[in-house]
DNA sequence: AATAAATGTTACACTCACTACAACAGTTAG
DNA sequence: CTAACTGTTGTAGTGAGTGTAACATTTATT
């Protein structure tokens, strides 16, 4: 899955963990209530539960719940919890290393997408979830 | 092609054609010195001309030759004139949209992500060609 | 202890975009 | 008129992303 499809699939689900604290939601239950295939989000449930960011209770009566308050947590959080490739995505020009030129350019390029990359996740650490629940519930 | 390997493909042939001025190279010669295919050159160095950033002259003798020096050209234009879709791949989850709640955050993020869009945009505004050749030459 | 309801993880089919290249039509100098 | 170019279209192969199923594991309940 791609790191923004993560991202916004990760924000519905704690969306909804938010609004249903204390009780834990089941991911059949979330399924439920956005759509998204339930084997899918247990992935990136089970990702967010690692990094500390919701409680996941295995068993009957079981299912996830929040571990930090809304406020608490801002999308470079998130982000970085369920990221496996970057999200500027960064090809340079294949296979053509051997010559110098190219490697360098290639290297040049990679630094630069990397100081992007930096740019975009401070970005996102200026954003909490409360922010967006509360932008999405006026704003849109 | 993805934004970023064009984009570095069009340094590449752009840095070959700025040692060259006021010689014009072929895209067979362009080819030989970065190891990139003549057509896939061919492609992104039409668009180049289309955008005014290089002149490409038919026919026999003929070639691609800069229209501006590399201190006039940023990255911003090289990727604006090569790009079909953006840097920063903007997918959210995709066909849920029946779900108003969906439908609100999916449009959150794409409005968060063009907004990155810009930041990545305006970043490159400020990176000259002459920039990137100079700390290819120095720094790498 | 047995059962039912959860999570956690693996696997897989399918689609689709990307890549790299070839081929050829169109153009121009000599 | 020919040779050397660009411009554009097409295409086979590959790899990543998507959506989902299946099953192993864990735990509350009775």
Redesign the interface.
């Known amino acids: 899955m791609?790191a923004?499809?993560k991202?916004?699939?990760a924000?519905?689900a704690v969306?909804c963990l938010a609004r249903a604290y204390p009780e834990p939601l089941s991911s059949t239950e979330i399924s439920g209530?956005?759509?998204?295939n339930a084997s899918q989000l247990r992935l990136i449930l089970s990702m967010l539960a690692k990094a500390g960011i919701i409680q996941s209770m295995q068993g009957a009566g079981g299912g996830f719940i929040l571990n930090m308050t809304p406020d608490q947590i801002n999308l470079q959080q998130l982000y970085c919890a369920i990221e496996t490739r970057k999200?500027?995505?960064?090809?340079?020009?294949?296979n053509?290393e051997?010559?110098p030129?190219?490697k360098?350019?290639?290297?040049?390029?990679l630094d630069?997408?990397e100081d992007?990359q930096r740019?975009?996740e401070s970005?996102m650490e200026t954003?909490s979830l409360a922010d967006?629940i509360q932008?999405?519930?006026t704003h849109?």
Chains 1, 2 share one sequence.
């Open positions: 791609s923004s499809l991202l916004s699939t924000v519905k969306h209530m956005t759509g998204i999200a500027f995505h960064l090809a340079v020009s294949g053509h051997q010559i030129l190219n360098k350019i290639n290297t040049y390029f630069l997408f992007i740019d975009i970005k954003i967006v932008k999405v519930e849109y």
